[in-house]
């Protein structure tokens, strides 16, 4: 069984619901290699959880539901 560990050691990506273009939208940390659904896209990373964290504050909005 994997643990928090490996998780660091492989590193995280930010995602987006977004699929097109560069307005990047209800963004989310997740570890490297974690499947996520085929409505996201990888965006940023691999890369540290701080790093993918500090990314997504800067680059990603909010949904306007």
Known sequence: MAGKADD??????????????????DCQVIPHGDPFLATHRQVFGPASEKDCKQWAAQNCKKSSK
Do not use: A, F, H, P
Request: glycine content about 12%; hydrophobic content about 30%.
């Open 8 to 25: 660091r050691l492989r590193g995280y990506v930010v995602i987006s619901s977004t699929l097109e273009g560069e307005d990047y939208r």
